[in-house]
């Protein structure tokens, strides 16, 4: 039988359906409750004690809430890697500031320091200091945690830490997900695990993560009368929802493993083929291989293999079967 081999497809473990009942039997169908929370605590216990959770609709609302915790506000400028997901980048713009971008190294493919530090003391040059930095663990590789966040500190800049593909990849033991000032997870259909749609905010402090909850639930005041003194956002993550999270954080290790699999399979088949480059962990990286993309070494190259796979995107699975990836990784 022959089947299109998806990228990146959501994968259920079982238990999912149980917090699903268990929100529908408690008629806890809000977007806050008994799942929300588990689901926080689940994340906290698999990231760090000292990591405080607010789940969110989704990682670009966490995002969007990083911002405007780190005081980002019309005319600012906020550096972002160039080489990440749009959604990296929309919320500076949802914050009416300025994009400074910054390309990535050959190592990680992530955010490259030296090109960091130029661009701010470029910026500081001209009079201004970026209001943040957003660094992203692309692919699930671990960005250079410890030379971005050296430079960070030595100009005083906070680091908003998009780990929204690398739940599950540790730099030196460390989990990613814990490095920024803020963080902030993905749980899309596509992402290493999914709530259907859905992200977290990773706060370093009590205090912030209640201030984006504040916020993230329309920052009504406390008090009887709908007061608003602040402008809040409808960003809660669904109790329903928050029910998937917890089955899938059951799993989240099944998954990497399986994922880190697929990338050694890729590996021993194609590495014979000089043309073709995959990114290899530097010592102390960890990377959840959420994709496993590969660099070839010219542009004709990439799109006829492009094309080639576009034309033969159909496997035939009782070929494949026996040594192939684990269908929907
Ligand atoms: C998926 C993704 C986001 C956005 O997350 P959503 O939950 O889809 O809003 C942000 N940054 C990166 C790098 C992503 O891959």
């Known amino acids: 039988m022959n089947s299109k081999i998806w990228l990146s497809s959501p994968h259920m473990g079982g238990h999912e359906l149980d917090f699903v009942n268990e929100a529908f039997s408690t008629n806890w169908i809000a977007p806050l409750g008994p799942n929300v929370t588990g689901f926080e605590d689940d994340l906290k216990t698999f990231l760090n004690e000292d ?3 607010a789940a969110v609709s989704a990682g670009t609302a966490a995002l969007h809430l990083a911002l405007i915790l780190s005081d980002v506000g019309p005319g600012d400028e906020v550096i972002c890697q160039s080489k990440t997901f749009s959604a990296s980048a929309n919320p500076i713009v949802y914050q009416g500031a300025t994009p400074v971008f910054v390309d990535s190294e050959r190592d990680t493919w992530n955010m490259c320091p030296i090109q960091l530090e130029r661009a701010i003391k470029d910026r500081i040059s001209k009079g201004k200091t970026p209001k943040a930095i957003i660094a992203v663990h692309l692919y699930g590789m671990p960005y250079k945690k410890e030379e971005i966040h050296a430079i960070a500190k030595t100009y005083n800049i906070p680091v908003v830490e998009d780990s929204a593909e690398a739940l599950g990849s540790s730099y030196k033991g460390q989990k990613c997900g814990t490095f920024g000032e803020f963080s902030i997870l993905s749980f899309n259909g596509n992402k290493i695990i999914t709530t259907s749609g859905g992200g977290a905010l990773v706060c370093s ?8 909850v ?6 009504k005041d406390k008090a009887v009368a709908y007061v608003h003194s602040h402008i809040g956002y409808n ?3 669904s109790n329903v929802l928050a029910g998937i999270g917890r089955g899938q954080m059951m799993i989240l290790q099944d998954h990497v493993n399986k994922r880190r699999a697929n990338f050694n399979f890729y590996v021993s088949k194609l590495n014979q083929i000089k043309e073709i480059e995959f990114l290899q962990e530097p010592e102390g990286f960890y990377s959840n291989r959420w994709l496993t ?3 070839l070494d010219n542009k004709k190259d990439q799109e006829g293999v492009r094309l080639f796979l576009e034309k033969d995107k159909y496997r035939n699975t009782s070929i494949m079967e ?3 990836p684990a269908t929907g990784f």
Do not use: G, H, P, W
């Open 51 to 53: 990591s405080y959770v």
């Open 205 to 212: 402090t009590k205090e912030e993560k209640e201030k984006a």
């Open 214 to 219: 504040f916020l993230a639930t329309q920052a």
């Open 235 to 237: 960003y809660r993550m």
């Open 293 to 295: 993309c590969i660099l």
């Open 322 to 324: 026996t040594n192939a």
